[in-house]
């Protein structure tokens, strides 16, 4: 099974250069970590950042400028800063390449949700709509099952939608899937777990591809 | 053309019970403080605030929701205020989420006279419950209604007498498009110039939509989430 580090080490892997991302909060942050020596990747934070670079040092910290997640931080050689508006006609125009973000389910139909649960206090989806209506490149990470062990990839999701038949990768613990044809394809597994693991914890239709790989993680 | 009011106090003169105010602002970076201070003292109520977010329990528009000022919100994301929470639980205080792409969008567009616009954001989502459809070359999109204010709120880094605004940083976030689309918008800066000191190519927000401008003071800057690299 792979560590959260882990996932994000092998989303990095799709990554390509000169490619605007944005990531999500939680294990899509990782990523930032990971990106390869030598490529250059423009990191898209959709309060009104391009450019964005590590967290300060404690003498850098600028309450002006910070992230999605309301962290500060800095920005890149190269960065520009721009309205909610224009940012938002980044992400709703295609412009971004890839976007990385959480869920709380995905369904094999490509819906998913990551933003409310009733009965729970509601606190909003902020960017996540715009965010998968936006590009047809979206990397879902999570952890495959909820803490309740039950599985978070479905036939169909439980909880209110964030978008409608828009993901088409998942990375979990347990492995990379391909969303077709209504069904999870497992292209890749996690060291160390079976295919039997992973049919045991996805609620989902699955196919397992003919071509199989154990996933490669440094 | 002088736009120039003394203080917030003064600036917030007209905004009565029952208002609809947009306040700029993502999190607490570029939000208000200044106006949001005049308001808490002079008290007024049944407010329908469009922010981005809510505030913190004692700072932001959560000083306005600790006076029972707000009878709605229209946010994207209202997590970290337990008041806020408590208010919507019992039902004091009603909340409209919207996507924040759309949210800053109905702005633009509200300010700039487009009544509506399509977007695929929300679709096939309770967001999309109620509202008019298109399939436009073959993609379903949902009619989202634009949004304008009987006052626009909004701080800035720079400013001139003529209302010509100049933003740092993200805390330019909603400001530009809430300053289109205000009624009466003001602004509040944290340093206030004679026309010409600002260089025309920079400035993010014409002076054309700004009726009042104040030079805002003791800004606080709260940062929500601290965080640093070793």
Redesign the interface.
């Known amino acids: 099974m792979l560590t959260k580090d882990q996932i994000a080490k092998r989303i990095a892997q799709e990554l390509q250069d000169g490619w605007y991302v944005n990531l999500g909060i939680g294990i899509p942050t990782l990523v930032a970590n990971y990106i390869p020596d030598g490529m250059h990747v423009e990191l898209q934070?959709?309060?009104?950042?391009l450019g964005m670079g590590?967290?300060?040092?404690?003498e850098e910290?600028?309450?002006?400028?910070?992230?999605a997640?309301?962290?500060?931080?800095t920005m890149r050689p190269g960065a520009s800063?721009?309205?909610?508006?224009d940012?938002?006609a980044m992400?709703?125009g295609g412009h971004v390449q890839l976007t990385v973000l959480g869920a709380m389910e995905v369904s094999e139909n490509g819906?998913i949700a990551n933003w409310k649960i009733p009965g729970k206090?509601?606190?909003?989806?902020?960017?996540?709509?715009?965010l998968v209506?936006?590009t047809d490149n979206i990397i879902v990470a999570m952890m495959h099952t909820n803490r309740a062990g039950e599985s978070k990839l479905l036939d169909r999701c439980t909880l209110?939608?964030?978008?409608?038949?828009c993901i088409r990768r998942v990375i979990t613990d347990l492995g990379m899937f391909s969303i077709e044809g209504g069904a999870f394809i497992l292209e890749e597994i996690a060291p160390g777990v079976s295919v039997d693991d992973v049919k045991k914890a996805t609620a989902g239709k699955l196919i397992v591809s003919p071509v199989l790989k154990t996933m490669l993680i440094d | 053309m002088n736009k120039v009011v003394k203080d917030a106090h003064e600036a917030i003169q007209g905004i009565t019970n029952g208002m609809t105010l947009m306040l700029g602002g993502?999190?607490?970076?570029?939000i208000p403080e200044n106006c949001i201070a005049a308001l808490v003292k002079a008290g007024q109520k049944d407010l329908t605030c469009i922010s981005?977010n809510a505030g913190v329990d004692d700072f932001g528009i959560g000083l306005m929701l600790q006076q029972r000022q707000v009878k709605k919100m229209i946010?994207?994301?209202?997590?970290e205020n337990a008041e806020f929470?408590r208010q919507?639980?019992s039902g004091e205080l009603e909340?409209e989420?919207t996507?924040?792409?759309?949210?800053?969008?109905k702005?633009?567009a509200g300010g700039a006279g487009i009544p509506a616009f399509f977007?695929?954001?929300?679709?096939?989502?309770?967001?999309a419950e109620g509202k008019e459809t298109r399939e436009i070359n073959g993609r379903m999109y949902v009619l989202e209604e634009s949004l304008t204010a009987d006052y626009a709120l909004v701080k800035a880094?720079k400013g001139d007498k003529y209302g010509n605004l100049i933003?740092?940083?993200?805390?330019?976030?909603?400001?530009?498009?809430m300053a289109m689309a205000g009624k009466i918008t003001i602004a509040e800066v944290e340093e206030l110039v004679e026309p010409g000191e600002l260089d025309p190519n920079q400035v993010?927000t014409p002076g054309i939509f700004v009726q009042r401008i104040f030079q805002g003071k003791n800004y606080e800057?709260?940062?929500?989430?601290?965080?640093?690299?070793k």
């Open positions: 934070s959709e309060n009104g950042l590590p967290f300060p040092k404690e910290i600028d309450a002006d400028l910070i992230n997640g309301k962290q500060t931080v800063l721009f309205s909610s508006s940012s938002f992400i709703r819906d206090m509601v606190k909003g989806m902020g960017g996540a709509m715009d209506a936006g209110p939608l964030t978008g409608i038949n | 993502f999190g607490l970076c570029g981005n946010s994207s994301y209202v997590g929470e919507l639980l909340v989420l996507p924040q792409g759309t949210l800053a969008e702005c633009r977007t695929a954001t929300g679709y096939g989502t309770e967001i880094w933003y740092k940083g993200t805390a330019r976030n909603f400001n530009p498009m993010h800057k709260r940062i929500e989430q601290r965080t640093v690299s």
